[in-house]
Every structure is written in structure tokens, then in C-alpha cells.
């Protein structure tokens, strides 16, 4: 038997060398992709203009190859958009919604400066709008219940009053409203204005704080943090689990989480990460129903926890944990997809001639299909109506499906060195080439996952001001505020007449559904 040799000194260097050197070609795009994050353009949304040769040029731009010469090799180096210039918005237009107070300036006599007669008024002429601001005001209501006396009973002073059935004095008394809150000063418009400030505004408590000092009141964060967790566990909680039974009634929904840090969770430290999740209503056209809901981890069984009974598409990133959820068909995010083959490009984003470029362009291509199927421009602008639910169906079969049969094509046979960038990009895209190609099957199902990006982005940018939750009563109830607030906002309602509307007649006896802010009666209180 031949006997086997060491590797030589040469050749354990050169494995060194080889490992070093995809290190630094990892660590070098990781730092290109930083600085791109930074400096570089923001959108992933650019196309690139594959050179002659490139497939893309053969599947997309037949009408492009008679096109003039000088024309294409001025179009060559890099593609640019036409750009709408906005119009100019009016005074008028700018001030629609703002309550018109007018001031007449009287005249400077009454009398004519050439012959001394009385003048009369005949009109008024216009001079120029200005916009006041009135500061806010904070108001002690106090309430007391008016007591009355019967003028008869008990008035008679013959009667000896040593007998049992004398007559006694009859009061009656009004009725007072039941407070917002057990033994709480928090009224219905102050609650709701604590609660947008905070989850719509993204201003802390410490902040609202130090307002309502310089208004005259001396309130402390801890007191309007009790009255927010209150607000949500006996009034508002009932309004999100009906929004949570008519989201499982959907046939699409989308998925996603992010971080949130919680301070005082039992079995973890004050810097661990937990989650909040958010799902919401994903057919093309439906109303906002946007829910979110905190967990302390990232584990699927959260999700599936959650989603329990519904059995309709799922629209998520490539986490595999939504993988627990049973009993629902899994649609991939092509905006994921294409923004890891964004990552990918090089430095230089000229250089439209790169791999990760033709995978842009080719989610691109899938995008702007999307967009004429809607009757929509990239910037979400009616362009058209859209197309019926059976056409978008047979439009995607035939103009869609070629594309990404030939993006997957084009996926399989590419070269990716290592673990660089567009490597991973491509495992990306392979491993959700089955969920990518569900949505095929029903037209109600959207090509990305944006919609839930979109919902979560309001919490997102929250968070960057209030930083963390104190307590996981405060992460839930920060769960349910969003919730309400941002479907609220996403169906057309004015948050905070729409909080003020559900405190209002909150102990009236009504069923949750009467609440939910895609119902009609809403409109006219909360608009």
C-alpha cells in the first residue's frame, strides 16, 4: 500500500494564503457595500442597461434593436428615467384644511378726505392669508353631580318625630360619567393625545413630559406609561383580537419582525433582543388591517402561534422559521431577492456589465410587469385601470413566468466565487425559486413582501426615538397602540379622533367590531 505523505510546508501556506485572501475579498465587500449604504443611492430600484450580447437584451428590448445608432450608443453608458417635475402646490391648497378666520381692518376715518362727507361701507378688498398658531392649552374639567331635594317630604314639623314612619327627606342626584380609567385623571382627547404623540409622532414620555410641565401641568412618565398599558388591557385589546379574527379570514398575509429591546423581561438581561411581529392583510385592493405582536424570541413558533387557522398564502422574507407555520402556501419577496443581488454590485455602479446587475434587471422586469398589470407608474401613479383578476392571472402566465423561468435559468448557471456577495445572493435566490413562483397561482397574491415592510417602517422609526420598553406589559401594550393606530391611519381615519371616538364610548356596552377602522360609520367622527 502506498504510504501517504504529509502536505508540504508549500501547500499548508498556500491553503493559508487561499483563506486569507477570500477573507479579504469578504471583508472588502463588506466595506464597499457600507460605503454604498452611506454615499450611494438608496433605491434599489435602478435598472441597468445590459450590453449588447446579454441575454436580457433578446427576452425584453425587441422594439429597442431598430432603434437609431447614435441613440443607442448615447444610452449605452447608463439609463436614465425622465424626471416629472412636481407642481408647485397654492396657498390655497396648502391652507385646505385650516379654519378661516377673517379680519377686516377698518378704514383709517369715516369720513372723505376731499370734501369732508360721511363715507358707508360697500366691501372689502383681500390683502394677504397668514397662519397663526394658537399653543396648546391644557384644562382642570371638574365634574360634579347636581343634588336636589323633595320641597314636600319630610317638611311636615306637626308629625312627632318619635314614630317609626315618619317622613324623611327624598334627594336625587345626577349621574356622572364613568372615568376613562379607575382613579385616573385621563380623559378620553388627553389619553389619545399621549398615545399618537408617542406611537405616531415618536416622541417620548420624558419629552411629554417637560410639554405639559411648560403648559402648567406636573405629570410624570411613570403615570401616563400606566395610563397607556391600562388603556390597552381593558379597552383596546378587545378591538385588536377583532382585527386578529378578521385578518385569519384573509386569503393573503404578509409577515415580518424586527427588534425591540425590553428592560425588565424575566430570564434576560436589559441588552437581549426580543421580537415584535407584524402581520398584516396582503390581497391586491383590501382594506388596512395591520397587526402587530411582541415575543420574546425570533423562533417560528411565534409565528405559527399566531397564524394558527389560516391557511391561505404567507408572504415573508427567506427566514426559515415561518417554515412551522402549517397548513398555508409560502410566497417568496422578490424585493429581498433583489436586494441581494443590489448588494452584490460593484463599486463602481457603471459597470452595468456585472452579474449582479443582470439580476437587478431581472427583478426589475418582474416589477414593471407588476406595475402595468395595476395600472401604475414606479412611483404608484394611476396610469391605467388595472387589469381583472382572471387577466392579471393569464398575464403573469404569459409575460411573467418566461421572465422568471429565465432569471432561474440564468440563477443555476451562474458563477459565484466563495462567499462573496453575489454567492450568497445567488443561494438566496435558489433557495426561494419554490416560494418565488406561487404567486403565479392566484392573482390576489403580491410579487413582494413590501406591504409588511411598510407597516413595520412607522415602528421602526419610532423606536429610533423612545430607544426601548421598560417592561414586557409596555412592549404588549406598545404592540396593540401600533396595531390600532397605524391600520387606523392606513384606512383613511385621523389617529387621534379616532382614539378620542374609541375612549369616548368605551363603557357603552358595544361590540368590538364597532371599532375596527375599515367600518364605514367611522368616516364621519374620525375623519
Keep these: 500500500m502506498e504510504k501517504r505523505t504529509a502536505p508540504t510546508e508549500y501547500d499548508a501556506l498556500k491553503q493559508k494564503y487561499d483563506r486569507l485572501l477570500e477573507d479579504y475579498e469578504q471583508l472588502e465587500q463588506n466595506y464597499n457595500l457600507l460605503r454604498k449604504s452611506v454615499f450611494g443611492q438608496k433605491s434599489e430600484k435602478k435598472e441597468y442597461l445590459i450590453p449588447e450580447g446579454g441575454e436580457q437584451v433578446s427576452l425584453f428590448n425587441e422594439a429597442e434593436t431598430e432603434r437609431d445608432t447614435r441613440t443607442a450608443e448615447r444610452e449605452e453608458a447608463v439609463a436614465v428615467t425622465a424626471h416629472e417635475r412636481k407642481k408647485k402646490r397654492t396657498r390655497q391648497e396648502i391652507a385646505a384644511d385650516l379654519i378661516p378666520e377673517e379680519i377686516v381692518h377698518p378704514a383709517e376715518t369715516d369720513t372723505c378726505p376731499r370734501c369732508g362727507s360721511e363715507t358707508e361701507v360697500i366691501g372689502k378688498e383681500f390683502v394677504r392669508d397668514e397662519i397663526v398658531y394658537k399653543p396648546a392649552e391644557l384644562i382642570l374639567r371638574k365634574h360634579y353631580v347636581e ?31 364613568v372615568p376613562l380609567l379607575p382613579r385616573s385623571m385621563a380623559s378620553p382627547g388627553f389619553l389619545a393625545q399621549i398615545g399618537v404623540e408617542k406611537y405616531g409622532g415618536g416622541k417620548p414620555l420624558y419629552r411629554q413630559e417637560k410639554d405639559y410641565e411648560r403648559l402648567g401641568l406636573s405629570i410624570s412618565r411613570a403615570t401616563m406609561a400606566n395610563w397607556i398599558i391600562a388603556a390597552a388591557e381593558g379597552i383596546l385589546k378587545p378591538i385588536w383580537e377583532a382585527q386578529k ?20 423581561e424575566e430570564g434576560k438581561t436589559a441588552v437581549s433582543e426580543s421580537r415584535m411581529w407584524v402581520y398584516c392583510a396582503g390581497e391586491i385592493g383590501c382594506a388596512d388591517n395591520i397587526l402587530f405582536e411582541y415575543q420574546p424570541n425570533r423562533k417560528g413558533d411565534s409565528a405559527a402561534g399566531f397564524l394558527s387557522g389560516f391557511g391561505g398564502y404567507l408572504v415573508t422574507d427567506g427566514y426559515t422559521g415561518y417554515n412551522k407555520v402549517s397548513g398555508v402556501t409560502r410566497c417568496a419577496c422578490l424585493a429581498h431577492i433583489r436586494r441581494k443581488f443590489a448588494e452584490a ?3 463602481k455602479q457603471e459597470a452595468a456589465d456585472s452579474e449582479a446587475a443582470r439580476g437587478v434587471n431581472y427583478c426589475g422586469r418582474l416589477f414593471a410587469l407588476e406595475r402595468e398589470y395595476d395600472g401604475t407608474d414606479d412611483k404608484g401613479r394611476r396610469t391605467g385601470p388595472p387589469l381583472s383578476p382572471e387577466e392579471k392571472k393569464k398575464q403573469r402566465e404569459a409575460q411573467s413566468k418566461p421572465v422568471l423561468d429565465a432569471f432561474y435559468a440564468w440563477v443555476e448557471a451562474l458563477d459565484a466565487p466563495g462567499r462573496s456577495k453575489l454567492s450568497q445572493a445567488r443561494a438566496y435566490a435558489l433557495g426561494q425559486k419554490k416560494a418565488m413562483y406561487a ?39 406598545s404592540a396593540v397602540w401600533y396595531s390600532l393606530l397605524i ?25 368590538a367590531e364597532d371599532f375596527l377602522s375599515w367600518n364605514p360609520a367611522l368616516k364621519e367622527s374620525c375623519t
Design 147 to 177: 343634588v336636589r331635594e323633595c320641597v314636600s317630604c319630610g317638611k311636615d314639623e306637626a308629625r312627632d318625630s318619635e314614630y317609626d314612619d315618619i317622613e324623611k327627606a327624598v334627594f336625587v342626584k345626577g349621574k356622572a360619567p
Design 245 to 264: 379574527r378578521e385578518l385569519l379570514r384573509h386569503k393573503v398575509i404578509h409577515a415580518d419582525e424586527t427588534v425591540v429591546q425590553v428592560l425588565k
Design 345 to 347: 454590485l460593484p463599486e
Design 439 to 477: 404567486f403565479l397561482e392566484d392573482p390576489a397574491v403580491p410579487i413582494s413582501n413590501n406591504r409588511a415592510e411598510n407597516a413595520i417602517r412607522p415602528f421602526v422609526v419610532g423606536r429610533k426615538q423612545w430607544l426601548f420598553s421598560d417592561s414586557v406589559k409596555g412592549a404588549k401594550a
Design 487 to 511: 391600520t387606523a391611519t392606513g384606512n383613511g381615519l385621523n389617529p387621534y379622533k379616532y382614539f378620542s371616538y374609541v375612549f369616548e364610548h368605551a363603557h357603552e356596552g358595544r361590540p
